[in-house]
C-alpha cells in the first residue's frame, strides 16, 4: 500500500491525496533513507466495513507492552 500510495502516486477508491508538498520536497534517498515529501491521504471507508469490537476497547492485554527496557532508561 505505501508504495502504491507513496511513490508511485496511485490512488484508490478509498485513499485520496488530500496534500502533497513534492514541489518543495522531492522524493531522495539520503544516507540509506528515504526522505521526501509529506502526503497526507483522505481515507474513505467502506459502508460495509465489519470492525472487531475488540478494536474498540481501551484495556492492555499484555502489559509488557508499557515497560520500558533498561537499557533505553
Request: no cysteine; glycine share 6%.
Amino acid at each position: 500500500l505505501f508504495t502504491r500510495l507513496f511513490l508511485f502516486n496511485q490512488e484508490d477508491e478509498y485513499f485520496k491525496i488530500g496534500y502533497n508538498d513534492e514541489n518543495s520536497m522531492p522524493l531522495a534517498l539520503w544516507n540509506g533513507r528515504l526522505i521526501g515529501p509529506l502526503k497526507i491521504w483522505e481515507v474513505s471507508y467502506p459502508n460495509d466495513l465489519n470492525v472487531p469490537e475488540e478494536y474498540y476497547g481501551t484495556e492492555i492485554i499484555n502489559k509488557e507492552v508499557t515497560k520500558v527496557k533498561p537499557e533505553y532508561t
